[in-house]
């Protein structure tokens, strides 16, 4: 157990339940810098939250956290010009580094997907939910595909279910 990090998330448990929900998750995030809205922050919430309370234990915020400084230090790793931004080739390349290997055309529709100023860059705060989406896709495949074939089948209901999970709201 990091002290630090545990200190930190004490503090944070403003209502002192020993579980972050999303609004003390969200102003965490702000003193680091990260401004993501409300529906984001859930997202993240719902993410790592492994009983289903959508609240956030200690080990579930230490693994958000652990999630977070990967992303960051992936962006910083990639953003080669140092421009705050990413852009399609570097994303693709940060995204290949850590295992997703998209083709062409699913690439640039998630790279839009997160770009909502049409910038065709994603930067960080924008690189972050795109990473949590995928992460969140791939678990959420993953379950309907548990010989790991690559595909899958699903019907209606399971479509609306897969999305609902993956976060179809980002």
Known sequence: MDPQLKAWFDAIDTDRSGRLDAKELQRALALGNLNFGLNDVDQMVRAFDTSNARSLGYEEFQRLHIFLVNVQNSFQT??????????????????????FNLDPPAMMAMIGKFDPDNSGSLSLDEYIRACLFLQTAARTFGAFDPQRTGQIHLSFNQ????????????
């Open 78 to 99: 990639f953003d080669r010009d140092r421009s705050g931004k990413l852009t399609p080739d570097e994303v693709t390349n940060a995204l290949r580094q850590a295992g």
């Open 159 to 170: 479509f609306v279910y897969a999305a609902s999970h993956v976060g179809a709201g980002f």
